[in-house]
């Protein structure tokens, strides 16, 4: 009965399961540990369950004493099986939702999850789905599912979507003080997905179904994927014109109180989101004869970046008469954003590929959050980043402007330095070095 699933989670006392232990399960699985919740954790990446066994935090986000706390308190533990399912009375699917080489939706991470639920699921669970994915996995797919035992959501089991909004790195806002949206299937999935939503955040907010919240977690995402495009779009026309600085120009339009935000434009995006999601929403809304050709056309020209910051290399290559063969190319910043350690979809990762296939003679890279890269399906050393690696380079790449870099150590010892970020913002010296995305043949001052 919900009634006593609304008592449990009154008495911090139902039981927790977290399937997917990556960027978003596991600060969600120590967040309600924190809250005094007793909480199991699945995932099949056998080495994220040898870590937590050894007491060894793996996202950066999590801090040390949390994560210990909830080891030794024994409120998380975690397996790579799915034995423990039978015993938890709430599950979230945390689990990743990527695209298909031919950018379509794979919510088979999803399904293999609700899958292992099915067999093991006992009356009055609570599921909420927290994978970012299109409107109607829900209640199309994992509802049906689990009706097939012959159940009725709602009545025998409850089931609800809330979409998540970690965002790595992010020194403000963390899973407790993020407002949460939730969309249940039933009135009761509902309350009780609210009820226990609010044990970890601050405010969450009721929308009217699990669509509603998977489009609005789509709509988030493609609303920066779309304003990068667009000021992507306007730092390459900046480019052709040459005389004016597309920094400068959003510098001076931020000052505007109202009606405008800033974006900024860059070597391309990467990570689980931004770059995928407005795939899921492009391939559900074909099945209405709908084609999303905004969303579509922001996705193309997003991912036009990389081979367009190759074209820089191999123009400022060319213009100090330096062979492909014979060029050295370092790239600094291999994860796909400032200051975290996730390398997924990174742009870095096509630049470099799209550079070697240019035949470059020498690439080189670094990024200190790395260790190893993975390009052409092979391992990377990262090298160390010394003075000689520096000059050595004929050019220099920034693709992510972390903040431990040293950019006036970086700029005394590079010939030439490209800076997709304006990473050179605030560096007064050797500036005539630097050819800024966004600003290309622009007198830097
Ligand atoms: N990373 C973010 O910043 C972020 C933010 C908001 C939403 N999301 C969404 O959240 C979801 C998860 O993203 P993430 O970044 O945490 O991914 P992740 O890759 O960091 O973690 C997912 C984990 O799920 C595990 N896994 C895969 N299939 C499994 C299965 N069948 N059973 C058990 N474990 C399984 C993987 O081994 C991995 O450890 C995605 O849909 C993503 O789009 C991510």
């Given at each position: ?367 200190p959050y790395m260790r190893n890269i993975r390009l052409m399906d092979k391992i990377f050393r990262v090298q160390e980043l010394n003075e000689k690696l520096l000059k050595d380079a004929d050019v220099t790449v920034i693709i992510t402007d972390h903040s431990t870099y040293d950019y006036e150590w970086i700029f005394t010892y590079s010939k030439r330095i490209i800076d997709t970020r304006n990473a050179a913002r605030k560096i007064r010296n050797n500036r005539e070095k630097i050819s800024l995305l966004g600003a290309l043949n622009h007198k830097i001052s």
């Amino acid at each position: 009965m919900s009634e006593v699933l609304r008592e449990k989670i009154k008495q911090k006392k139902a039981k927790i399961g977290i399937i997917g232990l990556g960027y978003v399960g596991l600060p969600l699985a120590i967040e309600f540990a924190r809250k005094g919740y007793n909480v199991h954790g699945i995932d099949i990446d056998l080495n994220k369950i040898k870590l937590i066994q050894q007491k060894k935090n793996y996202i950066k986000d999590v801090l040390n004493k949390d994560f210990l706390y909830a080891i030794n308190n024994k409120l998380f533990t975690a397996s790579n099986t799915y034995d423990k399912i039978s015993n938890q009375e709430i599950i979230f699917i945390c689990v990743p939702t990527p695209v298909t080489e031919n950018k379509t939706p794979d919510i088979s991470h999803i399904m293999n999850s609700a899958g292992e639920i099915f067999k093991r699921m006992k009356r009055h669970l609570l599921v909420v789905l927290k994978s970012t994915t299109f409107p109607g996995t829900t209640e199309d797919y994992i509802q049906p599912l689990f009706e097939s035992k012959g159940w009725k959501v709602g009545k025998d089991f409850y089931l609800s979507f809330s979409p998540e909004r970690v965002d790595p790195g992010n020194k403000m806002y963390n899973t407790g003080n993020t407002p949460i949206v939730v969309g249940g299937v039933t009135k009761k999935c509902h309350e009780l997905s609210v009820m226990i939503m609010q044990e970890v955040s601050t405010k969450v907010h009721q929308v009217s179904s699990p669509r509603a919240a998977e489009m609005e977690k789509l709509l988030e995402n493609i609303f920066r994927s779309v304003n990068i495009a667009l000021v992507n779009e306007l730092a390459r026309l900046c480019d052709r014109m040459g005389n004016v600085n597309i920094w400068e120009v959003i510098e001076a339009a931020s000052t505007k109180p109202f009606g405008y935000m800033p974006f900024y434009p860059g070597p391309g995006i990467g990570g689980h989101c931004i770059q995928i999601d407005p795939y899921y929403l492009d391939w559900a809304a074909k099945k209405y004869d709908f084609h999303t050709k905004f969303v579509e056309l922001a996705a193309e020209s997003n991912e036009e970046m990389p081979y367009y910051v190759k074209d820089m290399v191999m123009r400022e290559l060319a213009n100090c008469s330096v062979k492909a063969s014979d060029a050295n190319v370092l790239i600094l910043g291999t994860t796909f954003k400032r200051d975290v350690d996730d390398p997924r979809n990174s742009p870095a990762i096509k630049v470099i590929e799209s550079l070697h296939k240019e035949g470059i003679g020498n690439l080189n890279f670094h990024d200190p959050y790395m260790r190893n890269i993975r390009l052409m399906d092979k391992i990377f050393r990262v090298q160390e980043l010394n003075e000689k690696l520096l000059k050595d380079a004929d050019v220099t790449v920034i693709i992510t402007d972390h903040s431990t870099y040293d950019y006036e150590w970086i700029f005394t010892y590079s010939k030439r330095i490209i800076d997709t970020r304006n990473a050179a913002r605030k560096i007064r010296n050797n500036r005539e070095k630097i050819s800024l995305l966004g600003a290309l043949n622009h007198k830097i001052s």
